[in-house]
């Protein structure tokens, strides 16, 4: 059976969000073994660069970023400085702080910031399902924000501004590369290499400015875990890339669907973190409410707004 060029992006934007669901979980179990933001931010990165640079070894040989526009490799340096490196270095606070249910819940905010930048920078047009599904996804996460759960030792609601910084950096990276994998300078393979090396370039810089102390205290056990989530990185950022590389990925579709999220996350909470989360019913309700807001978006997405 052939696929259609929307169903195509429906899959390939679902796919990240099952393994964004489970990489959480594996996060907050390295955090719980001492882990810092940084370690397990750049434990992810090189985990995933690694991945990256072997894949285009194998089916480029040498010549990894022949054809490559220079403007464009810029733009994705920029796009994995910014989006990429800043967010993922606020989310591993916010699992940390927040727990892995709740934090990914908020950052599933970012179709907000994602249709609001595409339509601002892109004239990406906002059909009116788009617009329901968003102000859907909206109310969940307001549910899952004031739900009495997340991480057992308890949180503050001004520990929410790292998730919802990563989900705002987040939206803004995907326009960028929206916008680049448009341009046709670089393939997908290339383009989210790209994007790596310049979360790399950051967090280095990060890390000899801060210091590694952080690295040596940790249980050597949570460097297993953020490599783990590295791997399922990896493959969820190039089923993204891919997502957004086709012409029916817009942004607005793409975004509302990965952030479906929460929903894998809290059932792979619930079942894997019991000693270190609560997973209330409220959780759950706003989980459900992400799920009916990403099945509006992807409704009618030709009408425009």
Do not use: H
């Not at 809290?266 to 990403?294: C, M, Q």
């Amino acid at each position: 059976m052939v696929l259609g060029p929307e169903t195509t992006v429906y899959a390939l934007a679902l796919l990240p969000a099952v393994l964004w669901g489970f990489a959480p979980v594996l996060d907050k179990r390295g955090m719980s073994l001492e882990g810092t933001a940084l370690q397990a931010a750049l434990t992810v990165v090189v985990v995933d660069l690694s991945l990256f640079v072997l894949a285009l070894v194998v089916f480029r040989g040498p010549a990894l970023l022949v054809g490559v526009d220079p403007a464009v490799a810029g733009l994705f340096l920029f796009a994995g400085a910014t989006g990429t490196a800043l967010g993922r270095l606020a989310i591993f606070v916010g699992v940390d702080r927040v727990g892995a249910s709740i934090n990914s819940a908020v950052v599933s905010a970012r179709p907000l910031f994602g249709t609001a930048l595409a339509f601002g920078l892109l004239g990406e047009p906002v059909s009116p399902d788009t617009a329901i599904g968003v102000v859907v996804l909206v109310v969940g996460l307001a549910v899952l924000s004031l739900a009495k759960g997340g991480d057992v030792a308890g949180w503050q609601p001004r520990d929410l501004l790292y998730p919802l910084a990563a989900g705002a950096l987040f939206a803004f990276g995907n326009v960028l590369r929206r916008f680049g994998l448009g341009t046709g300078g670089a393939d997908v393979l290339q383009a989210v290499a790209l994007n790596e090396a310049g979360a790399l370039l950051v967090f280095l810089g990060y890390a000899a400015v801060r210091g590694t102390g952080g690295f040596r205290s940790a249980d050597r056990r949570s460097y297993g875990y953020f490599a783990a989530s590295g791997g399922i990185t990896a493959v969820a950022l190039l089923s993204l890339f891919g997502a957004l590389a086709l012409p029916a990925g817009r942004v607005a579709i793409v975004e509302s669907l990965t952030s479906t999220a929460p929903l894998f996350t809290t059932v792979f909470a619930y079942l894997l973190l019991r000693d270190l989360e609560r997973v209330t019913p409220g959780i759950v309700a706003g989980a459900v409410l992400v799920v009916v807001g990403a099945a509006f978006v992807t409704l009618d997405p030709g009408a425009v707004l």
